[in-house]
């Protein structure tokens, strides 16, 4: 079986329709759309088929998005076939697409594929016999500083190597439940060793209250304190107000405020286009 390309004739189902619930959900998108322009619509209508009929789209099915929208049928197969995010044939239950390109790949995407290979049987373009998985090498997935990354359907799972690859594929053959993003423990996409801009912003951390929005009677105490700057430093806003300002400069200045009689205008005498004057006989 392969994970990508056309499904043949004899694995295209005879006839496909929305269920009821599918239907009320394509009619709420449908009716989002000016009259005469529902076409628009395909795309999600399309995500509802493909989600409805194990996570790929037959052609009775495209078929019938095009017939419920009122537009050539040639229109909806140039549309899904144009987007990956559509599978045409059957894939695995659980659908590994695995980034290769350069980032990726300098950082081991090539050990995931081999954990692909060794722990679910099937490697590029192929599915498990089992049916629960499948595999396919795609572009970038826009996780690069995480790399190296897999999309598993609708999730991202990132900071991967072999041994993670094979641990994240043991908890799913096993119906456990997995967690999306890092897989190295770190947050998001900060780096490795934490947090190292931006610490005010983070949960849990008081803001400072400064020193003009400290309440009546509170002067002095230590709630009302903005929070010192890493190494024992005064924190900028403080430094700014404490600075004197350069001589021969206002504060708010844009430029220093140079000290002389003003620049005179030199006027040119008319027989040398473009020189000027100076006095000299």
């Keep these: 079986m392969t994970a990508a390309g056309i499904a043949p004739e004899a694995e295209q189902p005879k006839d496909f329709a929305f269920t009821s619930e599918n239907l009320d959900r394509a009619k709420k998108i449908i009716a989002k759309y000016p009259e005469g322009k529902q076409q628009s619509a395909v795309i999600p209508l399309l995500d509802i088929a493909q989600r409805q009929h194990h996570n790929w789209i037959p052609r009775v099915a495209m078929d019938y998005v095009a017939d419920l929208l009122e537009m050539p049928r040639i229109r909806v197969y140039e549309v899904a076939s144009f987007y990956t995010m559509f599978n045409k044939a059957p894939v695995g239950r659980h659908f590994f697409q ?156 844009a430029e220093p405020q140079k000290k002389g009689r003003p620049p005179q205008r030199i006027e040119p005498t008319g027989d040398h286009p473009g020189t000027a004057d100076t006095g000299e006989k």
């Design 98 to 253: 695995v980034c290769t390109t350069t980032p990726c790949w300098l950082r081991g995407s090539g050990e995931v594929m081999k954990a692909l290979q060794d722990r679910a049987g099937c490697g590029n373009h192929e599915t498990s016999e089992d049916g629960q998985f499948s595999v396919l090498e795609v572009e970038c997935l826009g996780a690069c500083v995480n790399a190296p990354m897999v999309q598993i359907n609708d999730d991202f799972y990132e900071d991967l190597d072999y041994d993670k690859t094979v641990a994240l594929i043991d908890a799913l053959k096993a119906g456990q439940q997995t967690t999306p993003g890092p897989q190295n423990g770190r947050t998001n996409s900060e780096a490795l060793s934490g947090a190292t801009t931006l610490l005010n912003m983070r949960p849990g951390h008081r803001p400072a209250v400064p020193s003009s929005a400290a309440r009546p009677g509170s002067e002095g105490s230590q709630a009302d304190q903005p929070d010192p700057a890493p190494g024992g430093a005064p924190p900028a806003h403080e430094v700014a107000a404490q600075a004197e300002p350069l001589p021969g400069t206002h504060r708010g200045d």
